[in-house]
């Protein structure tokens, strides 16, 4: 198959590196793609949301797939459009992305599939917010309804913080048309959780778990970011939370999906809470997390086209079972000096070459160009993407240390504790 792919993170390069592998795939392209995608793909230099400019490339070179890394072209409704043109996609329709692209339509669902979740209002009305932040108390959570970069979230403190928060956004100075409707919700206490499904529609097929590092800083501390690092699996994963993430979360929200008329197909992403064992959902994703990806697509020995493939086309019937490594695999991630705030672009990065010669580590390429001098540069926040594999999240993270030991990067940082938790539950258990 001609395959394109779209996007330019290191979610993407993940994906690229995987299905370059597969023996299905005799030509991937990638749009816009990254210095690190273009060892894998051909680069295609179009836009990740121009949606007309896309359906047109897959059009004129006769594609037979496309798979789609980010939401903003799904909600913009890129499969929709490939649809028309009888292009298989992997990723939702419009209105199946629509579980990421308005947080209020997700919360209603849940309400009316039972899935457990925050308790929640929606509002447009400074008056009718203020009077539920003062029945729910704080810490208390406020949400736009949009999509906000992975930014509408703000954890209030306490009631007045809560307040001020509900007005930025309802003005929209804080996040524009995005915030123009917020959630209001109450603080879930517990461990966070990534698990992720993929869906054809009608039925789903588990994937696999992986913890995230949304914080800037070490010890959690700081920004929230898009992530600076993940590992996978989860390391309280087992088999029974998983049934219960299955039956209780995955499943409704597959029949509900269908039953409302907008049947989900691609990957569900359920960002998970685990309050004393029971899962929550705090949000769902349409596509698949940036860094989670990495070192999940580190783990799956199974033919990652077949897999999507099967999710574009309903034949799940056909697809054997998935297979994975039985190590763990861990990523770091690095960042340009100033994120998630402002960095400088340009900046230049060297020791690729000696970290590509280090076994069980795989660097995947974020905001990277080889500039005309052939020299490699950043060109976003965050940069490089450092996986290691062991038998051990100790292991993981120590390779892939290493492989950030090699990184000449001065105008770059990176957390240096990813997989902390993971880490030191492991310790007390073998103490
Ligand atoms: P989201 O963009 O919805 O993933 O939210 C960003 C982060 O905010 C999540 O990863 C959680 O850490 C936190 N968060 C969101 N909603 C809640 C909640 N109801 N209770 C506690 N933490 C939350
Ligand atoms: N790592 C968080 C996300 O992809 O949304």
């Given at each position: 198959?001609?395959?394109?792919?779209?996007?330019?993170?290191?979610?993407?390069?993940?994906?690229?590196?995987?299905?370059?592998?597969?023996?299905?795939?005799?030509?991937?392209?990638?749009?816009?793609?990254?210095?690190?995608?273009?060892?894998?793909?051909?680069?295609?230099?179009?836009?990740?949301?121009?949606?007309?400019?896309?359906?047109?490339?897959?059009?004129?070179?006769?594609?037979?797939?496309?798979?789609?890394?980010?939401?903003?072209?799904?909600?913009?409704?890129?499969?929709?459009?490939?649809?028309?043109?009888?292009?298989?996609?992997?990723?939702?329709?419009?209105?199946?992305?629509?579980?990421?692209?308005?947080?209020?339509?997700?919360?209603?669902?849940?309400?009316?599939?039972?899935?457990?979740?925050?308790?929640?209002?929606?509002?447009?009305?400074?008056e009718k917010a203020t009077e539920?932040?003062?029945?729910?108390?704080?810490?208390?959570?406020?949400?736009?309804?949009?999509?906000?970069?992975?930014?509408?979230?703000?954890?209030?403190?306490?009631?007045?913080?809560?307040?001020?928060?509900?007005?930025?956004?309802?003005?929209?100075?804080?996040?524009?048309?995005?915030?123009?409707?917020?959630?209001?919700?109450?603080?879930?206490?517990?461990?966070?959780?990534?698990?992720?499904?993929i869906s054809d529609g009608e039925?789903?097929?588990?994937?696999?778990?992986?913890?995230?590092?949304?914080?800037?800083?070490?010890?959690?501390?700081?920004?929230?970011?898009?992530?600076?690092?993940?590992?996978?699996?989860?390391?309280?994963?087992?088999?029974?939370?998983?049934?219960?993430?299955?039956?209780?979360?995955i499943k409704p929200t597959v029949?509900?999906?269908?039953?409302?008329?907008?049947?989900?197909?691609?990957?569900?992403?359920?960002?998970?809470?685990?309050?004393?064992?029971?899962?929550?959902?705090?949000?769902?994703?349409?596509?698949?997390?940036?860094?989670?990806?990495?070192?999940?697509?580190?783990?799956?020995?199974?033919?990652?086209?077949?897999?999507?493939?099967?999710?574009?086309?309903?034949?799940?019937?056909?697809?054997?079972?998935?297979?994975?490594?039985?190590?763990?695999?861990?990523?770091?991630?690095?960042?340009?000096?100033?994120?998630?705030?402002?960095?400088?672009?340009?900046?230049?990065?060297?020791?690729?070459?000696?970290?590509?010669?280090?076994?069980?580590?795989?660097?995947?390429?974020?905001?990277?160009?080889?500039?005309?001098?052939?020299?490699?540069?950043?060109?976003?926040?965050?940069?490089?993407?450092?996986?290691?594999?062991?038998?051990?999240?100790?292991?993981?993270?120590?390779?892939?240390?290493?492989?950030?030991?090699?990184?000449?990067?001065?105008?770059?940082?990176?957390?240096?504790?990813?997989?902390?938790?993971?880490?030191?539950?492991?310790?007390?258990?073998?103490?």
């Amino acid at each position: 198959m001609k395959i394109l792919l779209v996007g330019s993170g290191g979610r993407e390069h993940a994906l690229a590196w995987a299905i370059a592998k597969s023996p299905n795939c005799t030509k991937l392209y990638c749009a816009p793609g990254n210095a690190g995608i273009a060892n894998d793909a051909e680069l295609v230099d179009i836009g990740a949301e121009d949606v007309e400019a896309l359906v047109g490339f897959a059009k004129e070179n006769k594609i037979d797939f496309v798979v789609v890394g980010p939401e903003a072209p799904l909600v913009a409704g890129l499969v929709d459009a490939l649809e028309k043109e009888n292009i298989p996609a992997f990723g939702p329709k419009a209105n199946a992305a629509i579980l990421e692209g308005s947080k209020g339509f997700m919360k209603d669902l849940c309400a009316k599939c039972d899935i457990p979740t925050a308790r929640y209002k929606r509002f447009n009305n400074l008056e009718k917010a203020t009077e539920f932040i003062h029945e729910l108390g704080a810490p208390i959570v406020i949400k736009a309804d949009g999509l906000a970069a992975g930014k509408g979230v703000i954890i209030a403190e306490t009631v007045d913080e809560a307040i001020e928060a509900t007005k930025e956004m309802l003005s929209g100075s804080a996040f524009g048309l995005a915030g123009s409707e917020i959630v209001i919700e109450e603080f879930m206490d517990g461990e966070e959780l990534s698990y992720f499904a993929i869906s054809d529609g009608e039925n789903f097929i588990p994937f696999t778990s992986a913890q995230d590092h949304k914080r800037a800083f070490d010890g959690d501390e700081g920004p929230n970011t898009g992530g600076m690092g993940a590992y996978s699996p989860a390391h309280f994963m087992s088999d029974d939370l998983e049934q219960k993430i299955i039956e209780t979360i995955i499943k409704p929200t597959v029949k509900g999906m269908e039953a409302e008329g907008c049947p989900f197909a691609g990957v569900l992403y359920a960002g998970l809470m685990i309050v004393d064992g029971v899962p929550k959902l705090i949000e769902y994703n349409v596509r698949f997390g940036d860094p989670e990806c990495q070192p999940m697509l580190m783990r799956l020995k199974s033919d990652i086209v077949e897999l999507l493939y099967a999710s574009a086309t309903k034949s799940f019937n056909e697809l054997a079972p998935l297979e994975w490594d039985q190590d763990a695999t861990l990523c770091v991630v690095m960042a340009a000096n100033g994120y998630p705030g402002s960095y400088e672009k340009g900046t230049p990065i060297k020791g690729t070459d000696e970290l590509n010669s280090l076994a069980d580590v795989k660097l995947f390429h974020a905001g990277t160009l080889t500039d005309n001098s052939g020299a490699l540069i950043n060109t976003g926040g965050r940069v490089l993407n450092i996986v290691g594999k062991a038998s051990t999240i100790e292991g993981a993270q120590a390779k892939a240390y290493e492989g950030v030991s090699k990184i000449d990067w001065p105008d770059g940082f990176c957390r240096s504790d990813i997989g902390w938790r993971a880490v030191k539950a492991d310790k007390e258990k073998a103490a």
